[in-house]
């Protein structure tokens, strides 16, 4: 038998591979969802914005001129409701894995260190400029 052989995985180790594989999956699969959702909709109020304030038609109604910006607030608000949500559950699921790690004598994640400030803290803090002018522009919209 040589020295590199490694000693047979009790059912108990076998079931945690399996959910720290699962788990990894997971927290991969919610990373990438946050990020396509955080691309959609910040592509969406980028369109918002483009649409020019103050220009209207003598037959354009209040709504025709309120809902870039109503439309704004509302995306940002769900923007920043995904970012908390699936950054919740791509961590929720990364904690498991390091909790497995931790049982198994494993390093993966325990050794990872992300930097300060977070991605996240950059899109919320991309989301509050979105909804500053956003409201802002609301208020134009409403004085004129």
């Known amino acids: 038998m040589s020295s590199n052989a490694q000693p ?3 059912p108990n180790q076998d079931v945690l591979l399996v959910e720290y594989q ?6 991969e699969h919610h990373d990438r969802l946050l990020w396509v959702v955080v691309g959609l909709l910040v592509s969406a109020i980028a369109a918002l914005f483009a649409i020019p304030p103050g220009h209207r038609q003598p037959h354009d109604s209040l709504w025709m001129r309120l809902y870039p910006p109503v439309l704004g607030i509302l995306l940002t608000f769900l923007l920043s409701y995904f970012v908390y949500s699936f950054a919740s559950f791509r961590r929720q699921k990364y ?10 004598g494993m390093e993966q ?3 990872l260190k992300s ?9 919320y803090g991309l989301s509050f400029l979105f909804l500053l002018v956003s409201i802002l522009r609301l208020c134009w919209e409403l004085c004129i």
């Open 8 to 10: 047979p995985l009790l």
């Open 22 to 27: 699962k788990a990894q999956d997971s927290a």
């Open 95 to 104: 904690e498991r894995c390091k909790t497995i790690e931790r049982i198994l």
């Open 109 to 111: 994640h325990l050794k």
């Open 115 to 123: 930097p300060q400030p977070g991605q996240r803290h950059v899109v």
